[in-house]
């Protein structure tokens, strides 16, 4: 039986019953691009991206309860197209390679959005913590978040999601090197990405970390609730 006890929660916008939101709450994450968006699988374009890992029950709820239009592999388990395993635990990877040990026995789905607007405009994801207050940390591997999505039926009844918000309960900083562009903020005891002072203004988004461990080397890329007391936000 999984340590983890995770949820999924959908809801017609109240403003717009066409739209729905969506939210997998108490969920581990991995590979977390949220603050950035980083280069789509060999493509050039952008995306804000995140793995969440989710337990059978909350699984069957997403793909049969709520027909979310999203693949969830089974940790160790199911393989990709490329008949490897998606998300592979120790003893399936080379020694001192990365793997999802840690969430072994849950199932693993890709959340995303692309950075642009049809419009053209850029997207900023909102990464908030247990206060609704705007967090700057890199979120590693392990953080338990719930993350936010809004969605559509299309014309075949599935609900197409994508990325909006990430609330951070527990956090596990990520700790990048200076290879990967990032400096440490000593006073802070964050990791962030370098960017040289300017007098540009950026978006103002809305977080603050609950607890703060050592993160994991992040691996290698390759229900319905009615409840109107269940605080989602």
């Not at 949820?7 to 969920?27: H, L, Q, R, T």
């Not at 053209?120 to 590693?140: A, E, T």
Request: proline content about 4%.
């Amino acid at each position: 039986m999984s340590k983890f006890k995770t949820e999924v929660v959908v809801k017609a916008d109240p403003k717009n019953k066409d739209f729905y939101n969506i939210y997998f709450i108490g969920v581990p994450v991995f590979y977390a691009k949220v603050q950035e968006p980083d280069n789509k699988f060999e493509s050039k374009d952008k995306e804000f991206s995140v793995q969440v890992f989710v337990d059978e029950k909350t699984k069957d709820k997403i793909l049969d309860e709520h027909l979310i239009n999203k693949s969830a592999s089974l940790v160790g388990v199911d393989k990709n197209k490329k008949r490897a395993i998606r998300f592979p635990i120790a003893d399936q990877v080379k020694e001192g390679k990365n793997h999802y040990g840690d969430v072994e026995g849950l199932y693993g789905i890709q959340l995303s959005v692309d950075e642009l607007t049809k419009q053209g405009k850029k997207r900023k994801i909102k990464v908030i913590d247990d206060n609704n207050k705007p967090m700057s940390n890199l979120v590693g591997n392990m953080s338990i978040c719930t993350v936010k999505c809004w969605g559509y039926k299309n014309k075949d009844g599935f609900l197409n999601i994508k990325l909006d918000t990430v609330k951070v309960h527990e956090l596990v900083v990520y700790e990048g090197s200076s290879g990967d562009g990032m400096v440490e903020d000593e006073i802070l005891g964050t990791y962030q990405a370098y960017t040289p002072n300017t007098d540009e203004s950026e978006e103002e988004v809305e977080e603050k970390p609950k607890s703060k461990s050592k993160a994991k080397p992040k691996p290698t890329p390759e229900e319905d609730s009615d409840d109107e007391d269940f605080d989602l936000f």
